[in-house]
């Protein structure tokens, strides 16, 4: 069992940045992939980005354009998302998630099998 406490979110203005983390208690998170996702109001929760424990490879999400960096912290159990330059749009509740045992980076919701509460972070305009 791997528990996922999501941080970090807030009420940022549009151009501003968001640091949000996950932390990951329970079994060694070293095997693990782990990525964020996020819901929009109204909308299907969607992949962001995720990343590998064991290599360090990343895969982010076409509209993220640069403005986001996943990063993971091996000591600490916790993986981080910077998001800089946010936007109206980036408004939603983001969410930690965890699989074990892909060589892969999966984007599908249906694939992970950990999930966290979610931070929300709203983006004035």
């Known amino acids: 069992q791997v528990h996922l406490v999501e941080s970090g979110g807030g009420l940022v203005q549009a151009g501003g940045s968001l640091r949000l983390s996950c932390a990951a208690s329970?079994?060694?998170?070293?095997?693990?992939?782990t990525g964020w996702f996020r819901q929009a109001p109204g909308k299907e929760r969607e992949f962001v980005a995720g990343i590998s424990w064991s290599s360090g490879s990343t895969y982010l999400a076409d509209f993220v354009q640069g403005r986001f960096t996943i990063s993971r912290d091996n000591a600490k159990n916790t993986m981080n998302l910077q998001i800089n330059s946010l936007k109206p749009e980036d408004t939603a509740v983001y969410y930690c998630?965890?699989?074990?045992?892909?060589?892969?980076?999966?984007?599908?919701?249906?694939?992970?099998?950990?999930w966290g509460q979610g931070t929300q972070v709203t983006v004035s305009s």
């Open positions: 998630a965890a699989i074990q045992g892909l060589s892969y980076i999966p984007r599908e919701l249906a694939d992970y099998g950990y």
């Open positions: 329970g079994r060694t998170i070293s095997m693990f992939i």
